[in-house]
């Protein structure tokens, strides 16, 4: 069955720091892209960043670029990481990870969604 379990969330003030990972199975993981997304709220959820399958090529979204990472390790962990650097108390939503490039998760994984972890950025 797959499973997207998040953490590394929390309480962090503007131009912090935090890195959050994301540990996924039940699927090939080093054969997908993988994408973090969030959702504040109020708002609906929406694409952060992606990664491809091979970790050779990422995108992010326009209010995070030059301040998050994404990477992700096929080798051991089956794990996909954001590190967030720089934060603004308008990245504060629910973080979630999937299997997904662009735009909104790949077919067939669009039911599974982990609980997520919150980042609240605030003084």
């Known amino acids: 069955q797959v499973q997207f379990v998040e953490s590394g969330g929390g309480l962090v003030q503007p131009g912090g720091s935090l890195r959050l990972s994301c540990a996924a199975s039940g699927f090939t993981f080093s054969n997908l892209p993988l994408s973090w997304y969030r959702q504040a709220p109020g708002k609906e959820r929406e694409l952060v960043a992606g990664?491809?399958?091979?970790?050779?090529?990422?995108?992010y979204a326009d209010g995070v670029k030059g301040r998050f990472t994404i990477s992700r390790d096929n080798a051991r962990k089956n794990t996909v990481y954001l590190q967030m650097n720089s934060l603004k108390p308008e990245d504060t939503a629910v973080y979630y990870c999937?299997?997904?490039?662009?735009?909104?998760?790949?077919?067939?994984?669009?039911?599974?969604w982990g609980q997520g972890t919150q980042v609240t950025v605030s003084s």
């Open positions: 990664i491809t399958s091979t970790g050779g090529s990422t995108n």
């Open positions: 999937n299997a997904g490039w662009v735009g909104g998760p790949l077919p067939g994984f669009t039911n599974y």
